[in-house]
């Protein structure tokens, strides 16, 4: 697997997280129950830095040898 195949990857899990943010937020607005909406409110925050970590990584390996690219601090070693 090269680097192009892995972004495609982490780009295909990216979607699949916000499919699943999406599926929460609309939960969450027809739950009627505090502690669910509570329940919901931990869980769409724990799927956050997952999402934006896998958007991170696709746009990182996407361009990683691109001499033009600025990578993300982040990432570097």
């Known amino acids: 697997m090269n680097l192009t195949q892995l972004s495609d990857v982490y780009r295909d899990s990216a979607a699949q997280i916000s499919a699943r943010m999406r599926a929460l937020r609309a939960a969450e607005h027809e739950a009627r129950d505090p502690d669910e909406v509570r329940q919901l409110q931990i869980r769409l925050a724990a799927l956050r830095p997952l999402l934006q970590e896998a958007n991170e990584l696709s746009v990182l390996l996407a361009?990683?040898?691109?001499?033009?690219y600025h990578k993300?601090?982040?990432y570097t070693v």
């Open 63 to 68: 361009h990683y040898y691109d001499r033009s």
């Open 72 to 74: 993300n601090e982040k």
